[in-house]
C-alpha cells in the first residue's frame, strides 16, 4: 500500500468522479484508475461502487477513508518535522480555537509567534471545541484552544488547563445591579448561542440546576449575532467575559459561585509535536505568563488555570 495510492483514493472519495479526482490530483485518469485498481487488489476489496449515476463508497472504501485521512495527516506531519530547521525557518502550525478566543486571545499570540518565526505558516481553524476535538484526535491540527471540563474526557488528548474566564450577563440597556443572579433568567427572553456553543450548555445546566428551563427571545447564532441581537435590544445573553469586555455592552458577573469555564491547550497524546508546533505552544504559555506578571490578563480571566472551588458550568 503506498501513500500516494491512499491520496488517489481519498481525492476520488471526496470528488466522487474518477475524471474530477484525477483533475485535482495532476494526473492522468488512466493513471488514477490503474493505481486505485492496485490498491482494491492488495486489499482485496472493492473500494467504489462505479456507475453512470456516479461514483460511490463501497462498505470497504468507507472503512478505509478515515484511517487513509489519518495516515495522510500523519506523513505530511512527518515530512514536515523533518523539513523544519533549527532556526524554525519553514515549518507550519494548524492552530484551532473557538470564536470567543479568537476575537480576544487568539489574535496577539499570533502576532508575538509570527514576528519570531516569519517563515513558518500559520492555518487558523475557528470552531466549537466540540469540532476541534474532533480535529484534533484526526490529526487535522496541531494544537487548539478548547473548552475543557475537569478531569478532560480525551484520552487521546494531552489537556492543558491554562486559565479560568468568568461568563457574564450583557444586555442593551444598563442593568440593574453590579452582580446579576441566575434566577435573573427567569422568565425573561435570551439570545442563545447555537448548540455546539459550550457557552450555551453552560448556560443551561445553571438555570436547570436553579430549577427553571430558560426562554428564548432568539436562538440559534454564532458569537457576532448575537452580540448584534443584544445590541438590537432583543434580550440579554450570557457570554465569555473576554467577549464581554469588547463588546460595549452593559456587562455584570454572576454572584458567587458564578458561572465560568476553563481554557485549555490541547493536541494529540500520541504524535509528538513538530518543531513549529511546539514553539507556538511555548509562546502561548509564555504570552500568559508574562501578561499575568503584568497585571494584564484579558478581562474576565484568572490564574491560576483552575479554580478547584467552583466547577466550570455551575
Do not use: K, N
Amino acid at each position: 500500500m503506498q501513500l500516494q495510492q491512499l491520496a488517489y483514493f481519498v481525492a476520488v472519495a471526496d470528488a466522487r468522479h474518477f475524471t474530477r479526482a484525477a483533475e485535482a490530483s495532476h494526473v492522468s485518469q488512466p493513471s488514477l484508475s490503474q493505481q486505485i485498481r492496485a490498491l482494491e487488489r492488495e486489499l482485496g476489496a472493492e473500494l467504489f461502487h462505479r456507475s453512470r449515476a456516479g461514483t460511490t463508497l463501497t462498505d470497504a472504501g468507507q472503512a478505509l477513508l478515515p484511517l487513509a485521512r489519518r495516515i495522510l495527516a500523519d506523513a505530511d506531519s512527518a515530512r514536515r518535522a523533518v523539513a523544519e530547521t533549527v532556526q524554525l525557518r519553514r515549518g507550519r502550525v494548524r492552530f484551532g480555537a473557538p470564536p470567543s478566543l479568537c476575537a480576544s486571545l487568539v489574535p496577539e499570540v499570533l502576532r508575538a509567534y509570527r514576528a519570531r518565526h516569519p517563515g513558518v505558516d500559520l492555518h487558523l481553524t475557528e470552531g466549537g471545541s466540540r469540532d476541534l476535538v474532533r480535529d484534533l484526535e484526526a490529526g487535522e491540527l496541531d494544537l487548539a484552544l478548547v473548552i475543557a471540563p475537569d478531569p478532560a474526557p480525551w484520552a487521546a488528548l494531552a489537556v492543558t488547563p491554562l486559565l479560568h474566564e468568568d461568563l457574564v450577563l450583557v444586555a442593551a440597556e444598563p442593568l440593574p445591579r453590579r452582580r446579576a443572579r441566575i434566577t435573573d433568567l427567569r422568565g425573561r427572553g435570551l439570545v442563545m448561542f447555537r448548540e455546539g456553543y459550550d457557552v450555551r450548555e453552560t448556560t443551561l445546566a445553571a438555570c436547570r440546576a436553579a430549577g427553571f428551563e430558560p426562554s428564548y427571545a432568539v436562538e440559534g447564532g454564532e458569537m457576532d449575532a448575537v452580540l448584534a441581537a443584544v445590541r438590537a435590544g432583543l434580550g440579554p445573553a450570557v457570554v465569555p467575559g473576554m467577549v464581554a469586555a469588547s463588546s460595549g455592552l452593559p456587562a455584570a458577573p454572576f454572584t458567587a459561585p458564578g458561572l465560568g469555564r476553563t481554557i485549555a491547550l490541547a493536541h494529540g497524546r500520541d504524535l509528538p509535536l513538530g518543531r513549529a508546533a511546539a514553539a507556538f505552544r511555548s509562546a502561548l504559555l509564555a504570552h500568559l505568563a508574562d501578561a499575568d506578571r503584568a497585571g494584564a490578563l484579558p478581562p474576565g480571566t484568572r490564574l491560576p488555570a483552575f479554580d478547584r472551588t467552583a466547577s466550570v458550568g455551575r
